[in-house]
């Protein structure tokens, strides 16, 4: 029979070495307001090894008070060849019932919104990836910080 602090042990080795690395992580938090057209969210990283895969992700963070089921977020991205491509980004808050879909206390809720899973980016160098608000509202109030992450 192993001794329970060796089976504790192992648990937490086991545990730990099952976490996701981060790779990158950029985080911009906003006045009181909330985010505004103006607030946009630029994030510079470098790619070396272009055969590796990995996961985006935009993490939201905002008050149990929001309003809205869902945003709309227009995404950049600039390649290291000068290239550029734009899209709209739907972001849903919460389902039809007004549960939200992220984790949420007392005073914050965090959402995690997958942006792009198994993504290899072809060619090594210097990316840039901007997030805007792009909704009808120029202040999205009760949204206090966004973070986007590359695992």
Same mark, same amino acid.
């Given at each position: 029979?192993?001794?329970?602090? &060796?089976? &504790?042990?192992? /648990?937490? #080795?086991?545990?730990?070495? #099952?976490?996701?690395?981060?790779?990158?992580? $950029?985080?911009? !938090?906003?006045?009181?307001?909330?985010? $505004?057209?103006?607030?946009?969210?630029? !994030?510079?990283?470098?790619? /070396?090894?272009?055969? @590796?895969?990995?996961?985006?992700? *935009?993490?939201?963070?905002?008050?149990?008070?929001?309003?809205?089921?869902? /945003?709309?977020?227009?995404?950049?991205?600039?390649?290291?060849?000068?290239?550029?491509?734009?899209?709209? *980004?739907?972001?849903?808050?919460?389902?039809?019932?007004?549960?939200?879909?992220?984790?949420?206390?007392?005073?914050?809720?965090? *959402? @995690?919104?997958? *942006?792009?899973?198994?993504?290899?980016?072809?060619?090594?160098?210097?990316?840039?990836?901007?997030?805007?608000?792009?909704?009808?509202?120029?202040?999205?109030?009760?949204? $206090?910080?966004?973070?986007?992450?590359?695992?």
């Amino acid at each position: 029979m192993m001794k329970p602090t &060796l089976a &504790l042990l192992m /648990i937490v #080795c086991f545990l730990t070495s #099952c976490k996701e690395e981060v790779y990158y992580s $950029s985080a911009k !938090a906003f006045e009181e307001a909330g985010w $505004s057209y103006e607030d946009i969210h630029k !994030a510079t990283f470098e790619v /070396i090894d272009s055969s @590796r895969t990995f996961d985006l992700f *935009l993490d939201i963070e905002h008050s149990p008070l929001f309003e809205y089921q869902n /945003i709309y977020c227009k995404l950049s991205t600039v390649f290291p060849s000068g290239k550029k491509t734009e899209q709209q *980004l739907p972001i849903n808050f919460a389902d039809n019932k007004g549960m939200w879909y992220g984790k949420c206390s007392s005073s914050e809720c965090k *959402l @995690r919104v997958v *942006l792009q899973q198994n993504v290899a980016f072809k060619e090594p160098g210097s990316y840039t990836i901007t997030f805007e608000q792009f909704s009808r509202k120029p202040v999205l109030e009760e949204i $206090s910080s966004i973070d986007f992450i590359i695992k």
